[in-house]
């Protein structure tokens, strides 16, 4: 009967959690992305990956998160695309029951280097960019989450560029271009 004991004591010992402890929050986050970005200077439609880092603050029910991201925009078989984004700045919200609604703002820079963009321009060139939009969270449990992001990057082409569809070069120009992101997000 001891023994019955014993076991009994150790299995609810090992199955229920402990009621006097609370789930230590996260704030650490690392994630993967699949991302597309409209390019509207070069009429490029860009897939590429990516990966993010971030850190979550929260005062009261602000959730602050200073955040940087990579993406890559493998180059094609023709030698269009080949871009790559760094971007590193904040994205403010709150978590709304079971979704996360947040807005970001983020400052970076694209590098054009496809070997189409290096033929027709002399080289690579590397741009001021600025990623303004809104992100979306749904945790799947306390640990992961599923992002999506909408956006509006901002690139600022300060020399003429040139493209296959004109002779002529498109003026220097701050452009508007669409970016969209689903991805996982890991919290540590």
């Not at 599923?146 to 220097?172: M, N």
């Amino acid at each position: 009967m001891r023994t019955f004991y014993l076991l009994f004591v150790l299995y609810l010992g090992t199955s229920l959690p402990c009621l006097a402890q609370e789930e230590k929050k996260t704030p650490f986050e690392a994630g993967a992305q699949f991302t597309g970005l409209h390019v509207n200077t070069l009429g490029e439609n860009a897939a590429g990956i990516g990966g993010r880092t971030s850190y979550e603050f929260t005062p009261g029910k602000l959730i602050f998160a200073p955040e940087l991201e990579f993406n890559y925009f493998p180059q094609n078989p023709s030698g269009n695309f080949g871009e790559s984004e760094l971007l590193t700045g904040v994205r403010v919200g709150f978590q709304a029951s079971r979704v996360g609604v947040f807005l970001k703002v983020r400052p970076g820079f694209v590098r054009f280097a496809g070997n189409d963009f290096k033929s027709r321009n002399n080289g690579p060139s590397t741009n001021f960019a600025c990623d303004v939009g809104a992100v979306l969270e749904y945790p799947t449990s306390s640990r992961v989450r599923v992002r999506v992001d909408f956006a509006d990057t901002l690139i600022d082409f300060s020399r003429p560029v040139f493209t296959g569809s004109s002779a002529l070069p498109i003026p220097p120009r701050l452009s508007h271009n669409f970016q969209g992101s689903i991805g996982i997000v890991f919290r540590f």
